[in-house]
């Protein structure tokens, strides 16, 4: 039986390594018996913005990010009111990213067996 695992980034993409750590960390777990998903809480939601370039920064650029997302079907998710907040209004559709409600956090969260936040 797959464990599942939910990857919460918090950090801006902006000169901070989390965004694409959490990433690299969840493909990382397709060659163990673990199911990752991958949430980008608060400011880490700026990093599903169109306009985001995190190979400007050096970090995992946003297209390979993507396409082991597209291959692997990762679940990634955002709270819409970090959206709001932080106006991330032109969002990546190639993330395929599922939107929640903060009020629905609790619930979410309880549906991993593990719960890391980085």
Known sequence: MEKKVLFVVYQS????IWVNEGFRTAFGMYGEDIEPAVMLLDAASVALSKDTSPESLGLLPIK???RFIKR???PVYVVKEDLEKYKVK???ENFCAKILSKEK???FFHEFDYVIFM
Do not use: A, H, K, R
Request: aromatic share 6%.
């Open 13 to 16: 993409p902006v000169g901070s």
């Open 64 to 66: 390979i990010v993507q």
């Open 72 to 74: 692997y079907e990762t």
């Open 90 to 92: 032109n969002i990546d």
């Open 105 to 107: 956090l609790p619930d």
